[in-house]
């Protein structure tokens, strides 16, 4: 409740803020609020689950095209200098079935570890294409890469090798 009840209540003066007949950079704006209260909310239940000792995953048919634009404006509107392109490779813009919320925290965070690679100017590239009856989505960068040495320790939890932001 101590994380729930704030967030509750930014979450319902961000739909108050909605109703007031906003310019189009303000219902953006608002939008991006509300999207961030329902992931912090999601990563929340999901750490209860996880700390009782359960995880489900909310698999279920998405737009991908729609989900890949949502993705697409949020990140260009906050990787200022940095060239953010999304591409949907094989032009596939149907329906897939996957778990959205968790499905975006896994590109948000290599879009995260890409930003912190690139240097300004760089590039961050989202493409997605069909491999048969599979769906492949890749983020690339134009950073350094990944040192050889980290190369064990990569899918380690809570592995930050210096990182400021983990």
Known sequence: HDFSNPLVSIRLNADILEMDGLSTEDARSVHGIKAAVDRLNDMMRELLDFAGGSISIDRRPTELAAWLADLEQFWTRNLGSMNVAFRLEDEYRGVWTFDPARLRRVIDNLIKNAQS???????????TGL??????????????????????????????????EG
């Open 131 to 164: 491999e048969g009856e599979a769906l492949r989505l890749e983020v690339s960068d134009t950073g350094t890469g990944i040192p050889p040495a980290l190369h064990e320790t990569l899918f380690q939890p809570f592995d930050t090798h210096g990182k400021k």
């Open 117 to 127: 690679a690139v240097r300004p100017g760089g590039a961050i590239t989202l493409r």
